[in-house]
């Protein structure tokens, strides 16, 4: 959420700003400048109404100490009080109202991000790797899956329907493997703590981070007595939230943190997109990595964070480019955000595996997260940033297709051997 003085100050950058993202200000702001204009004058006329009753209240003392009638004076403070009341309940009216405009708001785009509408508008800002040559034609997941018995989509669509997956064997060992590889990478050499937080999230924690009110369609609401739980769509959630309300010691700060979780998100909007396979699933697994930042680091710590996703990738020997999302193809809550996507030969492109972002104060305002700069009594917002490091399927997908043999196995990298006891993927049946 952004700063309603902010928004108030700078009201022609806001509209800029909108528009480079695509939007019209109009829909965006409503009527923005008329309720704040009118809450403010609700607030003034109050604040006149209650000096003039205690200019009144004193004259009443006045009056009843020299024995003088001041009944005229009594009836006029309790219409006052009266007034005073109705001002006080408009700019209550009034400010929910601007609330309300600024929760639909988006983040406004660093000026290091490139202007844009559509993904072809992304700039790419470097490549590791180089892509695999193949002596045959290779093919997608879907089909070495099967093929070697380790992804079975039929039954998974029989237990719970369409956009599940069931592993076997050293399918389901390399999920557990890549967890472990990546985790182990990111708390030890990249130093980052690991937590384990819960599935399941209140609503508070989803409209911290930027989920709620937006994204509730894309959302699996669980109803939970009186109040719903929301299964989380990422471990960006709960770790996020994890400091909803508190103000952090500035001396803590950069906290860096990692969390492997099962996620969950309905694709409400994403029929007859990417049906094959396991790219785009109900549920799948994902390593994420959260920071929070003075506000003055969290550029710095934007490139130190892409730089850890990038070297799980580098560590497996998988071909990838960075790009840098414009502003019209970046998330609402983000400011600035690198994907980095990965070459699929069975599918020959690059595909998304892992997005990291700088939210700046956008998600700590509305979870208030704050901390007190060193010497100074105020405190501030943080800025939280988070990454995928990385989303487990889609690796898993791109082991598959870059590292198949013409016989139709797959050799394990290197670095996962140790984690699964093998180094070669066979056909198996179950």
């Known amino acids: 959420m952004l700063d309603l003085n902010f928004v108030r100050d700078h009201l022609s950058l806001v509209e800029e700003k909108l528009r480079q993202r695509g939007l019209d200000p109009a829909e965006v702001l409503k009527d923005f400048a008329q309720v704040d204009a009118q809450r403010r004058q609700a607030i003034t006329s109050a604040e006149t109404l209650k000096a003039q009753r205690n200019r009144a209240s004193d004259e009443i003392a006045g009056l009843k100490k020299a024995g003088q009638d001041a009944s ?13 009341q109705e001002l006080e309940q408009a700019a209550e009216e009034y400010d929910a109202r601007l609330q309300e405009i600024l929760t639909g708001i988006p983040n406004l785009p660093h000026e290091s991000v490139p202007v844009g509408s559509k993904p072809e508008d992304n700039f790419e800002v470097r490549r590791w790797g180089t892509p695999p040559s193949f002596d045959f034609t290779p093919k997608p997941h879907w089909e070495l899956g099967e093929q070697l018995g380790v992804l079975d989509l039929e039954r998974a669509a029989k237990l719970t329907g369409a956009r599940f997956a069931v592993y076997w064997d050293l399918g389901a060992r390399m999920e557990r493997a890549l967890a472990n590889f990546m985790l182990d990478l990111h ?39 009186e109040k719903d739980l929301w299964l ?12 909803r309300g508190e103000i952090l010691d500035a001396a803590r700060l950069p906290i ?8 969950f998100r ?49 560590k497996l020997g998988l ?112």
Request: proline residues 6%; contains cysteine; neutral net charge.
């Open 72 to 84: 005229w004076l009594i009836a006029q403070t309790k219409e006052f009080r009266e007034n005073i």
């Open 187 to 225: 708390v030890g050499p990249q130093g980052y703590t690991e937590v384990l937080p819960p599935y399941l999230v209140n609503s508070d924690s989803m409209y911290g981070t930027g989920q709620l009110p937006k994204f509730a369609a894309d959302s699996f609401r669980v109803p939970h007595g």
């Open 319 to 430: 071909h990838y480019r960075v790009v840098t999302l414009c502003t019209g193809d970046m998330g609402p809550s983000s400011a600035k955000t690198y994907d980095l996507e990965v070459w699929l030969p069975g599918q020959q492109l690059f595909r998304e595996i892992s997005s990291c972002s700088n939210f700046e104060a956008f998600q700590a305002r509305r979870a208030n997260i704050r901390y007190r700069p060193e010497g100074k009594s105020k405190t501030d917002f943080v800025h939280t940033l988070n990454g995928s490091a990385l989303a487990i399927g889609r690796t898993w997908v791109a082991i598959l297709e870059n590292y198949q043999l013409a016989d139709g196995s797959v050799v394990i990298p290197e670095v996962l051997r140790p984690y699964m006891r093998a180094d070669r993927i066979t056909p198996k049946k179950f």
């Open 266 to 314: 309905s694709e409400a909007g994403s029929y007859g997109k990417d049906v094959r396979g396991i790219i785009r699933q109900h549920q799948f697994q994902k390593v994420e990595l959260v920071k929070f930042t003075k506000p003055q680091d969290s550029y710095h710590e934007l490139e130190k964070l892409t730089h850890d996703a990038e070297e799980v990738l580098q």
């Open 256 to 263: 860096s943190l990692t969390a492997y979780t099962p996620c």
């Open 232 to 243: 989380i769509p990422t471990a960006e959630v709960p770790v996020t939230n994890l400091y």
